[in-house]
Nanobody, 117 residues
Framework: QVQLVESGGGSVQPGGSLRLSCVAS????????MGWSRQAPGKQRELVAA???????KYADSVKGRFTISRDNARNTSYLQMDSLRPEDTAVYYC???????????WGQGTQVTVSS
């Protein structure tokens, strides 16, 4: 099993930035990919960013150019740098990890991000 713990959520004004962190523990050897998903009130969960394997990075169109995902394998940690935040980015953000082609096998408990003036 893999445990994922997120941190870094909070409230920010439109145009602001936040950085989310996720520390993985447990069966680390089973993790080949990591990502971040979000769920806004009344909406389905959305995978917003993922690192597939060691280098393939994908973003949802809604966050391209504003969000940056990164990974520190030595610390078993992934990060989501979120810039130019918009009210529509308000959601609970979840850390994901999993095998190569299934980055959403495991889920963290979620951290709230609120973008409001």
């Amino acid at each position: 099993q893999v445990q994922l713990v997120e941190s870094g959520g909070g409230s920010v004004q439109p145009g602001g930035s936040l950085r989310l962190s996720c520390v993985a523990s447990g069966s680390i050897s089973s993790i080949a990919s990591m990502g971040w998903s979000r769920q806004a009130p009344g909406k389905q969960r959305e995978l917003v960013a993922a690192i597939i394997g060691s280098s393939l990075i994908k973003y949802a169109d809604s966050v391209k150019g504003r969000f940056t995902i990164s990974r520190d394998n030595a610390r078993n940690t992934s990060y989501l740098q979120m810039d130019s935040l918009r009210p529509e980015d308000t959601a609970v953000y979840y850390c994901n990890a999993g095998p190569l082609l299934v980055p959403t096998r495991y889920w963290g408990q979620g951290t709230q991000v609120t973008v409001s003036s």
